[in-house]
């Protein structure tokens, strides 16, 4: 090879790797969410026109909070004693809130059950008794849940035992039409209201695994990645989900032929170790997202990331889901701030 050949292939080289390093620059996640906002983004979160609810331990037990989109005007919905709220979801238009809380049944035993509660914290109304990790149908019209699996409590994320749906009209509760679905967790609707993605955890074949369930049928699909925690974003074009305890990822889904096809995988924001990264939900408009994130310290031999467990130094950040990712903060307290979920406040677009 000639000596002009082997120089316009040094060159052609160096081209490559400069054009790899500015493509990767481009999709660069935070590397690590201290990096955080300056003065202008956070003048541009304080616009948003929602709030983000979320479950924090206050004095001697669980609450929901809510607060602005920049973490202004902290609200505590549930002020309760003997009650620990938990695992808060609003409904798409924002005027009702679903969550579990951890109370003492007739015996003292403690139990978890399934709620609805207006936005500002009235009304509450038990939906179910002995369930898990609720989330709204598209129309804001019915509430699924997990049903426990065990008569005895348990903090296990995936201590669960089938899926059911709650009609807030009239009450009536019906089971999916898979009975054998279990050991789900953190399951979330699709906006066409035709599917179910969810993760499991040593049940239905799978050791540890993402899954699409039909809500009309029984067709259940593994969507082939890793992590856990998905959530399906507002068009119902994409999925978000934590990739590993220190990575939270995006990608493309599309359904052909029936079948749910995931691609374009890639990470949106990271964490240095040791602090953990979870619990991601998208914005109304799927152009935000927002999450919690903390301390790697385990309580009562559990992971601070389960539904239930004590998470020190955790809090709630936010950040767009594209561009420059910088990460506006919205709580610093530290006080357990985990499971986030955008509210809508019917101010879009005014």
């Known amino acids: 090879m000639s000596m002009k050949r082997i120089a316009a292939l040094i060159l052609l080289m160096l081209a490559v790797g400069i054009l790899s390093r500015v493509a990767r620059a481009a999709e660069e996640p935070v590397t690590d969410v201290a990096q955080a906002a300056d003065a202008a983004v956070k003048a541009e979160f304080a616009k948003l026109p929602w709030k983000v609810v979320y479950e924090t331990w206050r004095g001697d037990n669980w609450e929901l909070c809510m607060v602005g989109p920049d973490g202004s005007n902290p609200v505590n919905l549930t002020n309760t004693k003997n009650s620990n ?20 049944d007739e015996a003292g035993k403690l139990v978890r059950n ?5 936005a500002d ?38 201590a669960t035992k089938g899926i059911y749906f709650y009609d807030l009209a009239t009450g009536k ?19 066409d209201g035709k599917w179910i993605v969810s993760t499991v955890h040593g049940g239905m074949g799978f050791k540890h695994a993402i ?7 029984t067709g259940v699909y593994d969507m082939e990645t890793h992590g856990c925690r998905p959530d399906f974003s507002p068009d119902g074009k994409k999925i ?6 220190w990575d939270l990822y995006v990608g493309d889904i599309e359904f052909k032929d029936g079948k749910p096809d995931l691609t374009n995988e890639h990470k949106v924001v990271s964490s240095l170790k040791p602090n953990k990264i979870y619990h991601i939900d998208w914005s109304p408009d799927g152009n935000y997202i927002v999450f919690s994130r903390g301390s ?33 903060q919205l709580t610093t307290d530290g006080c357990c701030n985990k499971e986030p979920d955008w509210v809508p406040t019917g101010t879009e677009g005014k």
């Open 173 to 191: 509760k019906t089971a999916h039409p898979n009975d054998k679905i279990e050991h789900l967790y953190n399951p979330c609707w699709s906006p």
């Open 240 to 245: 978000a989900w934590g990739g590993s305890d």
């Open 296 to 328: 790697s310290k385990k309580q009562l031999g559990f992971a601070p990331e389960i539904v239930g467990i004590k998470a020190e130094g955790w809090n709630i950040y936010a950040a767009k889901v594209a561009g420059k990712r910088e990460c506006v």
């Open 85 to 104: 709220e938990l695992y808060p979801h609003a409904s798409p238009d924002g005027t009702k809130i679903t969550f579990c809380a951890d109370d003492k």
């Open 114 to 118: 399934v709620y609805y509660m207006n």
């Open 211 to 217: 899954l699409i369930i039909e809500v009309g049928g």
């Open 121 to 158: 914290g009235s009304g509450r109304t038990l939906v179910e008794k002995n369930a898990r990790e609720a989330f709204w149908s598209p129309d804001g019209k019915t509430i699924g849940y997990l049903k426990g699996e065990f008569e005895e409590f348990c903090y296990n994320d995936y």
